[in-house]
Each structure stands twice: as C-alpha cells, then as structure tokens.
C-alpha cells in the first residue's frame, strides 16, 4: 500500500513539473527557443503574487488574478525588445541573453526581497485532505493536477481551435510565408511568451502555496521542466504532463527508499527515458 | 611582421607574469592565480561554445570532478597533489566520454539543460562519496600543500615561506596551463581540424560534404575542453584547500563567470577570454562590495552585448582599428 | 484601358553587393493578366520579392492605386491587398487544406467576394480532402492550395510566383483554366514563369526579363515569337 500512495504523490507533484513545463514547451514549439530564465520567471511569478497578495491583503488565488496578466506584459515586453531581437540561425545569443536574464532576475530578486524563504498563505484548504479509497490526498497536491490537466487542454484548445492558434502554428512551420498571409510573426512570439507567463503564474501560485521559495531556486525548476518537455517530447503538451509525472513519480520512489536520493532518481529516470527513446515518448512527427 | 611583434609581446607578457611571485606581493600572487584560473575556464569555454558551437552550461561538472578526484588522489591514496592535478584532468576526460554520448542526443538548445543536468547528476552522486565528506564535504589535510613537490625547492631558491612558496608553486601551474591552452587554441584553430570546426560553424552542410564529420571533430573538442576544465579544477582546489559539492559544481563560479567573460571579451574570437578577464577582474575590484548588484550588472552587459556587438569588446576593437591579433585564417594570397 | 493598379517604377534591389534589378518599369492596368517571363535567374523571383515586402524597396517604387507602398513590410502589404501564391507552394505542413486556406483570410477585416464555398466551388477536389494535412496532397492539389489560400486575403493583385514548376503539363492546364473565374472576382494577375506557353495563353501583356531588367514589353499577339525568344534568351535569332 505504501507503493502506491508513493506513486500517487509522485502523480500528483508531476502536475506541478508540468505547469513548471507548459511554457518553456509552448515556446519552443513555436519559436525554437529554450528560455533559460523560464525557472526564474517562474520564482519572479511568486514574488509578484507575494507583493500582490501582501499590499492589497488578498487571498493567493486571488492575486493571481492581478498577477498573470502583470506576468502577461512582462513576457510580452521580454518577447518584443529583448528576444524577438537575438532570435535566428545562431542558437548561441538566444541562450546566452536569457542566461543572462536568469542571472539579473535571480540576483535582482535578492537585491529587492533578500535570501530569506517566503510562503503563499492560503490557509486551511493547505491542510485538507480526502480520502480516494485507501489513500488520503492532499486538496493542494490534487489541484495542482487538475491545474495542470485543465492548463494543458486549455492551451491544446488554443493551438488547434482557434485563429491565434493557427497563427502560431504556421509561423513555427515557416515564419517568412506566414508573414505573406498578413501575421506578424514578432507579435505571435511576443503573445505566446506572454502566454507562457501567464501559465508560468500559475505554476508559481501552487510553488509557493505548496512549499517555500527564495530568489535562488528559479534554475532547479527550469531543470525540472526541462526534462518534463524532453521525456514527454518537443512539442507535444500532453507529452509534457506525462513528463511531469515521469519525473514526479521518480522522484517519490526515489524519496521513499532515500530522501538524499528524491532529486538524482528525477535525474537518472530522465537520462534512462532519453537513453531509451532518445526523442521522448511522444515526439511531434514533423521535427 | 605584425605577427612577431605580438608573439614577442606575448612572451615578454609571460615572462613578466611569472616573475610575480618573485617580485610581488603573495596577494598579488593570490589575486592573479584566480584571474589565470578563470582564463583558463574561459579559455576552454570558448573553444566549446564559440567556435565548435557547443553551448554548454554544465563545464561545473569538469571543474567539481577534477577537485574530487585530486582530493581522492591525496586522501584515499597519498599521492602528491600534483599528480592528484593529472589525474583530476584524466578523471575529467573519462567522465566527459558519457556525458557526451547523453547530451550530444540532444539538439541545440536542449545541449545546453542536458550538460547542466549532466552536472547535477554527478554533483548529487559525489555528494553520495562518504569516504570525502559526502554532502558537506573535506579538507586537505593540514600540510599537504607544503609538501608538494618542488615547494621546498622554491621556498629555498627564494627565501619565502613555504606557504608563499606553496601559492607561487599553484602560480606558475596556472600561468603554464594558461599558456599552454592559448597557444595549442592558436595552433589548433589554423590546423586542418581547427578550420574544419570554423568551417562547421559558417555551414556545417558545406562541411559535410567536404569531408568533415561535425560530430568526431566536436566531440574531440568537448573530451579536450574538459580535459583543460579537469586540470583547471584540480588546481583551483588545492589552493582552495576545501572541497564541498556545492562548492566544486557551483554553478555561478565554474560557469556563468566564465561564460560573461568570454561574452564580454569577444565569444569566437581567440583574444576574447583575455580581453574578458580582464574587464572581469576590473569590475569585481570596483563592485565586489556590492554583491549580488555585481552579478546584475554582468548579466545585464552580457545581455547588452549579445544585443547590440555580438563579437564583444574584442569585435568592436577590430571593428574599430582593423588590428587583428592571432588571426585565425590563413590569408588569402594577395591578387595583383 | 483603365487606371493603373500597381505601377513600378525604377525599382532596383540588392543582395549584399550584388544588384538583382536594374530600374525596372512595369504597369498593372485594373483586370489586367500580366505574364513575366524569363530565364532563371533573370530576377523574377526578386521582384516578386520586392512587390510583396519581403524585400525592402524605396517607398515611392512601388505603388499601389496611388499610394506608395514600396517601404511596407510583407504583412503591410497583404493587408494593402496584394498577396501571392510563392514559389514551391510553401503550405504550412502543421494545417489542414481548410486551415490552409483560412490562414490565407487571417488579416481580412470584411466581408469580400472569396469564401472558402466558393473557394471549394473553384477547385472540388479540396472539399474533398479539406481535413488532410495540406502537404499530403498531390503536387497539383497543393498548388491549388497555395492560390485559394492566397485568394482568401481578397486581393487587389494576386502574385503567382513559378506555379507550373514540378507538375505535369495536364495539371497545369487545369490549373490555368480556373484562372478566368479568379479574374472575375475583380483581382488583377501578375504570373510569373519560366514556362512561356502557358503564361501566354492566359495574359493580355507580357514582359520579359533578362539580368534584372525588363527586355520586352507588349500584347502577346503584337509580339513575335522571335522578339520573345531574343528577349527571353539574349540572343539574335
């Protein structure tokens, strides 16, 4: 019985590896490019929800609200004067502008909020749990699940539903003829960025409820989304929830046999699935 | 003739540099020995990413498994440390050989995470190694540096305390690596091979099709790279004399400095990581006191950079003045 | 003969230090099917290039009924209401034939005379197949693909880079038959080839093309077949 509460709570922490991953995915399948400050962005996210939560005396949940579309401009404005410029063949200035910015936000963040640990509060709803059969479940864990599931389909539905969608989509096969057909293939990359922020505000919402950050913990959850995007394959977003719970279920195994051993066995279960399928477990056909 | 004079400037540079320990003072020494360390990380970090196009984010891994692997020569077999350097370059090279077999599966960007995680992995495993300390890590044991072959000879040749003589020994170590690395970068770029990678670089598809296996030529240069890192990394730690895992694959330290050095220097060009360190030592002088506003304003002129002069200090100086030092490309015979 | 709709003027353009057009001069009248022909490499592609804003040209070298539009970006253009069908058909491999099309329609405000019915009307075959990927289709099928969508936008001038290249001569013929009802729904046509026959049948004006200028320029029945022919190749028959 212990196995399968272990595997269940390693389910339920992939959820939040997968909002971790959502955005870094929706980016680089549209534009090619891996944000190296996506985690950090993620840390930056709970800190505005903190500010937010913290000046207007508001529930976390609430704040969020305030927060995403903030997260939503950030991205926007990121997208539109920083990396829209460096974007192109070369792959080195891409990643080292937003390695740069992984070092600016991190070290910014404890100019402005200092080193100490913070926590979201949302009161007792932290503490609830419910009993599915045998096993008791935490209301928190189980929502970020959800989260994530409903993320996911959300951002599915956007992709192959709608106008904007179809936009991002043809720019990422072909941004030279997409721009024929009136897009504006900069707009799309800087709504998508915003986008991911805004799904990166989500993330940092059950982040920061579920256990405490700091400014310095940004470049581990990039690291966690990374291999959550990579075992699930490039470009496909269910692949990225099963990632998520690839790494969160080893992860849990790896806990319940050594607690020193939680974070190598998400490691070594990502080098095993790439060593195994070297394009993830469900690549996108056309890449 | 341009040529001579820099190569003469170049050894007359070196000459007066290893005279330091001579006529300087030990902090001098000290100070110098972290900025030849960090040349030589960038050196090598250079050659990965700006020339055979392998950015990599993950050379922690090197310069950790290198301290370790000295500090198991000293510790667990008492071998003089300078053999622990050897051997922590060779530790280095082996472990270089399954990380690229993992991370050249990965395209491009992902390369980048995948050395990173690379590194992580090897980190928490070391952690893992009671025998040195586990997660919190170990000491040299008191005298081991004064030991070190060759420090008594300094110490008499000199007149110096054999501290003094220890740090002047780790000194000339760094400032031989350090040359020996910018030369055989030099003498590597204008080989067959080297040009091959230049080649690589512009068009890897034209350089297919004459006969360059993109893959062996880079996967030489990540196993040679990580081999400099390794020995760079052995001797940053004997003069550390501490070795944590934190402390060995830190991140910030082994790698984002190395990288903003090389950026700001000039990425791809081979006086960059010069030019970079210096500007490096610099501003850590005038910002040190100020922390983490030192390390904002390092990202944010390698961001600046890569924006607006993605060749660095070093490509707005030859763009500026047509001075090109240790050209990379055989020139062209002159049409007359 | 009515108003000009697009008229170029001493257009040139550059690759790095290489000129690709040398002044050229070309008028597109109102219903109007202009043929340029000529070899490859003789700069047609460029200047299909330059009239959609891929490549930058001098505001006043290009005008649209009156307003100068050669400074405009390719997405500035389109919705200015020029839009082309570009070489090799490039559909977007991530969209069905119907996504395909609808892109076409992505920046259009209004209601205009081109629905995907009437679109599905001009060409069958795609109502068929309208929820395959657009590049699972026949090279013919894809190429109606490219000119549907391209005609979804409405445009005042539709451009037609190369659009014969790689298909069989019936295909091509087929093709070109539809090219009356597209000029119906009021879009003048610029084509663009390197396979004269075709491009002849359909034109009412013809321009050659030779090392990025215009060598000829005239009715296709006031032309001979030896000045096309010296035109198009350079020499004296």
Redesign the interface.
């Given at each position: 019985m212990i196995w399968v509460d272990t595997i269940v709570q390693g389910v339920l922490l992939g959820g939040l590896y997968a909002l971790f991953a959502a955005g870094l995915s929706l980016v680089?399948g549209i534009m090619?490019?891996?944000n190296?400050a996506h985690g950090d962005l993620i840390v930056l996210a709970a800190f505005v929800i903190l500010t937010m939560a913290g000046a207007l005396g508001l529930h976390p949940f609430v704040a969020v609200l305030i927060a995403a579309p903030v997260m939503f401009a950030v991205g926007w404005l990121l997208q539109t004067y920083?990396l829209n410029?460096?974007l192109g063949d070369d792959?080195?200035?891409?990643?080292?502008?937003t390695?740069?910015?992984?070092?600016?936000i991190?070290?910014?963040l404890?100019?402005g909020f200092s080193a100490d640990s913070q926590k979201l509060s949302a009161g007792p709803i932290e503490a609830a749990s419910i009993k599915l059969g045998p096993i008791a479940v935490g209301v928190m864990p189980l929502l970020t699940l959800v989260s994530a599931i409903v993320v996911i389909f959300a951002l599915n539905q956007l992709f192959y539903r709608t106008?904007l969608g179809?936009?991002f989509?043809?720019t990422?096969?072909?941004a030279?003829?997409?721009?024929?057909?009136?897009?504006?293939p900069r707009n799309v990359f800087a709504i998508a960025t915003g986008i991911a922020m805004v799904v990166a505000t989500i993330a940092a919402l059950y982040l920061g409820i579920r256990a405490n950050f700091d400014p310095t913990i940004g470049?581990a959850r990039?690291?966690y989304a990374?291999?959550a995007v990579?075992i699930g394959g490039?470009g496909s977003l269910w692949g990225t929830l099963a990632g998520g719970i690839v790494i969160g279920v080893a992860q849990g195994l790896g806990a319940a046999i050594n607690p020193?051993w939680q974070?190598?066995a998400g490691?070594?279960a990502?080098?095993l699935v790439?060593?195994i399928r070297?394009r993830g477990l469900f690549p996108r056909a056309?890449d | 003739m341009k040529n001579t004079l820099t190569k003469s400037v170049a050894v007359l540079l070196f000459v007066g540099l290893a005279l330091v320990p001579v006529l300087g003072t030990r902090a001098m020494v000290q100070d110098l020995f972290m900025v030849l360390t960090l040349l030589i990380l960038a050196l090598n970090w250079n050659m990965l990413?700006g020339f055979a196009?392998l950015?990599s984010?993950g050379q922690q891994a090197f310069v950790g498994i290198g301290a370790y692997a000295m500090f198991a020569a000293v510790i667990l077999w008492g071998l003089d440390p300078l053999v622990g350097i050897a051997i922590g370059g060779v530790a280095a090279i082996v472990l270089a050989v399954p990380i690229a077999f993992?991370t050249f599966?990965?395209n491009?960007?992902?390369f980048?995470?995948?050395t990173?995680?690379a590194a992580?992995?090897v980190r928490?495993?070391l952690?893992?190694w009671k025998a040195l300390g586990g997660?919190t890590g170990t000491s040299l044991p008191k005298g081991t540096t004064k030991d070190m072959f060759g420090v008594d000879l300094i110490k008499d040749a000199l007149d110096m305390s054999s501290s003094a003589a220890s740090d002047a020994l780790t000194y000339w170590l760094a400032l031989l690596l350090a040359a020996v690395t910018l030369v055989s970068g030099y003498v590597f770029l204008r080989s067959r091979m080297g040009l091959g990678l230049q080649a690589i670089r512009d068009n890897a598809e034209a350089a297919r099709s004459v006969g360059v296996d993109p893959i062996r030529l880079k996967a030489a240069v990540y196993l040679l790279t990580a081999f400099g890192t390794g020995l760079c990394g052995a001797l940053l730690f004997i003069q550390i004399t501490r070795v944590t895992p934190d402390a060995a694959f830190d991140?910030?330290d082994w790698t984002?400095f190395v990288?903003?050095i090389t950026?700001i220097g000039g990425?791809g060009t081979l006086p960059g990581p010069v030019v970079g360190v210096i500007v490096f030592y610099a501003l850590q002088r005038t910002l040190a006191d100020y922390g983490?506003?030192y390390?904002?304003v390092?990202?944010?002129i390698?961001?600046a950079i890569?924006?607006f002069a993605?060749k660095g200090l070093w490509g707005i100086f030859t763009a500026k003045t047509g001075i090109e030092l240790l050209l990379l490309r055989h020139r062209a015979p002159k049409r007359s | 003969m009515s108003a000009p709709v697009l008229t170029i003027s001493n257009l040139t353009a550059h690759y790095g230090d290489f000129q690709a057009l040398f002044g050229v001069d070309l008028t597109l009248e109102q219903g109007q099917a202009l043929a340029v022909i000529g070899a490859n490499g003789a700069g047609k592609s460029t200047l299909m290039r330059a009239i959609?804003?891929?490549l930058p040209s001098p505001r006043d070298a290009i005008t649209l009924n009156g307003r100068a539009i050669g400074h405009l970006?390719?997405?500035e253009v389109?919705?200015a209401g020029i839009?082309?069908v570009?070489e090799g058909r490039?559909l977007?491999?991530?969209?069905s034939v119907e996504?395909n099309l609808?892109?076409?329609a992505?920046?259009?405000t209004g209601n205009g005379y081109w629905t995907l019915e009437r679109l599905y009307d001009l060409f069958p075959i795609l109502r068929e197949r309208r929820h395959n990927p657009g590049t699972a289709l026949s090279g013919g099928q894809q190429q109606m693909v490219a000119i549907g969508?391209a005609l979804m936008?409405n445009p005042t001038v539709l451009l037609c880079d190369e659009i014969s290249l790689g298909l069989a001569p019936v295909v091509i013929r087929d093709i070109y038959a539809t090219f009356p009802k597209i000029r119906e729904s009021g879009a003048s046509v610029i084509v663009v080839e390197q396979d004269i026959g075709q491009a002849l049948r359909i034109a009412d004006h013809v321009c050659c093309m030779m090392e990025g200028r215009i060598t000829l320029s005239g009715a296709p029945t006031d032309l001979s077949r030896d000045a096309i022919h010296n035109a198009y190749f350079g020499v004296s028959a």
């Open positions: 680089f090619r490019l891996v190296l920083v410029r460096v792959i080195l200035p891409p990643l080292l502008v390695f740069g910015l992984s070092v600016v991190q070290n910014g404890l100019e106008k179809r936009a989509r043809a990422s096969d072909d030279v003829t997409a721009g024929l057909m009136g897009i504006r470049p990039l690291i990374f291999q990579i490039l020193e974070i190598l490691h070594i990502f080098v790439l060593l070297p056309n | 990413a196009g950015v984010v993992f599966r990965l491009g960007a992902y980048a995470i995948g990173w995680v992580e992995i928490l495993s952690a893992q997660g991140v910030v984002a990288i903003f950026v990425i983490t506003i390390l904002i390092l990202g944010l390698g961001i890569m924006l993605r | 959609t804003g891929i970006s390719a997405p389109l919705e839009s082309m570009p490039k977007f491999p991530s969209l996504e609808l892109i076409g992505h920046a259009r969508r936008s």
